[in-house]
């Protein structure tokens, strides 16, 4: 299919006068595969359009939280009652509560919490309590790891700052990152001699459980509760970045997934039903050093804020229902092994790597296991897949190295849509 793209070309030559890029964030620009961004004038379901009248099945989904897909009806609702009853108040209210309630329940080692306004504010207040309360100023993080922009982390890290060869951001100074430590992913030999090595300077361990930051890599066997126990050891914090994972591969995300107790844990996405939110909380202990109860400051003027309470109450509330995950991994299965077919009937080697319903498909033939091998896939060749799956009606992450989320709004006739089109764009990268 031809696509319209008039109106979106005249809107980015007005944005980015306006704006870097043209955009807020820097993956959406699509200079990593080619083609100009789309303005997307609305989302329904599974499906998202553009102001030039072209129609999408979207798999970015807001890059995470729309788990129950674009503009749920009781989503909308929820908004809407809120909104009618004051948009903001920076004081306490309810529903502030019943979230917290809600993510309690589902996440027991979550025993206090503070909600704040993104991923990026989540990680940045954690590892700062992880801090004091260890009174050490180390950090370990893995290679190509994303915790939003937060300037400690903003090395080698991935997402963006992967996608465009940028892992360490100029602007960051030295001093700044002299106590971040990198090791690969999946390498807990490698944790384990930093640990030996500094273990008496370092407050934490942070990771993305299961990566969706340089395309999906699940943790290998036994890798998370070999860390949760070299931690434990060492007397260091874990810190589980469940900003992608919470209520994402399994309602207690990936710590109920894989069967591990993190110490702190950071969330966003989910919890926010596509509203601005995220949140940090664990041990009852160490949440009680933060401000006012103790002596480590964070604030914000929108944090908890009604909207995206009420969207979160909303969506956590129907993620609730019976089979609900069990419906989001077998159509999550459906689309991987769909594209494991369609890639062997092009002759095309691909990796398709996926938990729960983030997954990934990788140009190699070999497992992609950490940033090293993320980094030997072709990205020329996935530029070449995005442009045919756009062209034919499927919106995918603009990068290599974002996962794909699948939504409980997919059906399996958008999954055999999706695959249709994935036979044909892959025989279009030979
Ligand atoms: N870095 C985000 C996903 N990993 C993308 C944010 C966005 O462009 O919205």
Known sequence: MKLRTDKSADALKRAEALMPG??????????????????????????????????????????????????????????????EGGASFGAPTVREIELAERVTAAMPWIEQLRFVNSGTEA?????????????????????????????????????GAMTFGAPSSPGVPEDTVRHTHIVPFNDLEAVRRTLDASASEIA???????????????????????????????????????????????????AERYGIRPD????????????PVGAYGGRRDLMQLVSPVGPVYQAGTLSGNP?????????LDLLSAAG????????????????????AEAGVAVRVQGVGSMLSLFFTDQPVTDCASALRCDTERFGRFFRGMLER????????????FVSLAHSEEDIACTVQAAREALKQTV
């Open 393 to 404: 009606g499927v919106y995918l992450p603009p990068s290599q190295f974002e996962a794909w």
């Open 324 to 343: 609900t995950y069990e419906r989001l991994e077998a159509i999550s299965q459906q689309l991987e092994q769909g594209l494991v077919n369609a890639a």
């Open 22 to 83: 043209g955009v807020s964030s820097p993956v959406r620009a699509f200079k990593a595969v080619g083609g100009q961004p789309l303005f997307i004038a609305s989302g329904s379901g599974s499906k998202i359009r553009d102001i030039d009248g072209n129609s999408f099945l979207d798999y970015v989904m807001s890059w995470g939280p729309l788990i129950l897909g674009h503009a749920h009806p009781a989503v909308v609702e929820a908004v809407r009652k809120a909104l």
């Open 307 to 315: 909207l995206a309470m009420a969207a979160g109450i909303a969506t």
């Open 123 to 159: 990680t940045m207040s954690a590892i700062r309590l992880a801090r004091a309360a260890t009174g050490r100023p180390g950090v370990i993080k893995f290679e190509g790891c994303y915790h939003g922009h937060v300037d400690a982390l903003l090395v080698k890290a991935g997402s």
């Open 264 to 275: 702190l844990v950071t969330l966003g996405k989910v919890i926010g039903g596509g509203l």
């Open 204 to 254: 934490a361990v942070i990771l993305e459980p299961v990566v969706g930051n340089m395309g999906c890599i699940p943790p290998g066997e036994g890798f998370l509760k070999g860390l949760a126990e070299l931690c434990e050891r060492q007397g260091v914090l874990l810190v589980l970045d469940e900003v992608m994972t919470g209520f994402r591969v399994a309602r207690g995300g990936a």
